[in-house]
């Protein structure tokens, strides 16, 4: 089946820096991507749809100018975490749509101190 | 508005048991998708129904979407220690955007 990765894994920051976090499709070529954020205990709210050679778009409430979405070719998407704070902590999760399915990346957990 | 209501938020049973979980929306919903997600992992895609009153079975997996393409449920028969995880369903709106329920978090005891 698709593959979709994500790196890293896991990353501690301080509070003030910028983190970027990568998605891949390793099979198969993906136009859109998209990320969400997943809080403990919590279900997956969609952060933006990220679009290859174009500008992402962004859910309603999400700040554009701290999580800037690049999508650069048609198997890469990164999210970077502008100016992370604590409450930026959060599992970050990509997916890329393969025909009908929905493929998601392993994720990512951050954590801001 | 877009929401999808899933319960129950949590189910406990003893293996052998059967399990369902419902998701219900105010509005009629173009497809519903089915995800697992184990602790510590990603959600998993299982099933995507389209159809009213639609039934797809996977083993021990019963999917229904209802006849008014509302709700859905999902139910494992003679459930096991591997179905632990959360089940979360989801609408597709435009552009693929997924919007995802409340979900169920199954612990299943030996």
């Known amino acids: 089946g698709a593959v979709v990765s994500q790196h890293p894994s896991r990353v501690i920051c301080k509070s003030g820096t910028s983190v970027k976090i990568e998605c891949r499709s390793l099979?198969?070529?993906?136009?859109?991507m998209f990320w969400y954020r997943q809080f403990p205990k919590q279900s997956l709210m969609l952060m933006a749809t990220?679009?290859?050679?174009?500008?992402?778009?962004?859910e309603q409430g999400v700040e554009k100018d701290k999580f800037l979405i690049n999508h650069a070719s048609l198997t890469l998407s990164t999210l970077t975490v502008t100016s992370a704070h604590p409450e930026d902590s959060s599992f970050y999760i990509c997916?890329?749509?393969?025909?009908?399915?929905?493929?998601f990346g392993p994720g990512t957990r951050l954590t801001v101190t | 508005g877009q929401q999808v209501m899933q319960i129950p938020q949590y189910q406990h049973v003893q293996e052998g048991e059967d399990f369902t979980t419902y998701c219900n929306s105010s509005t009629t919903l173009s497809n519903i998708q089915w995800y697992k997600q184990r602790p510590g992992g990603h959600p998993v895609f299982l099933i995507q129904?389209?159809?009213?009153?639609e039934v797809k079975k996977q083993k021990r997996l019963t999917f229904q979407f209802g006849e008014a393409k509302k709700n859905s449920s999902l139910h494992i028969t003679a459930t096991q220690t591997t179905d632990v995880g959360t089940y979360f369903c989801?609408?597709?709106?435009?552009?693929?955007?997924?919007?995802f329920g409340e979900g169920t978090q199954l612990t299943v005891n030996p």
């Open positions: 989801a609408r597709e709106t435009s552009g693929s955007r997924l919007t």
């Open positions: 990220s679009n290859e050679g174009s500008k992402a778009t962004y």
């Open positions: 997916s890329a749509k393969r025909e009908y399915e929905q493929y």
């Open positions: 099979d198969f070529q993906a136009t859109t």
């Open positions: 129904l389209v159809k009213s009153g």
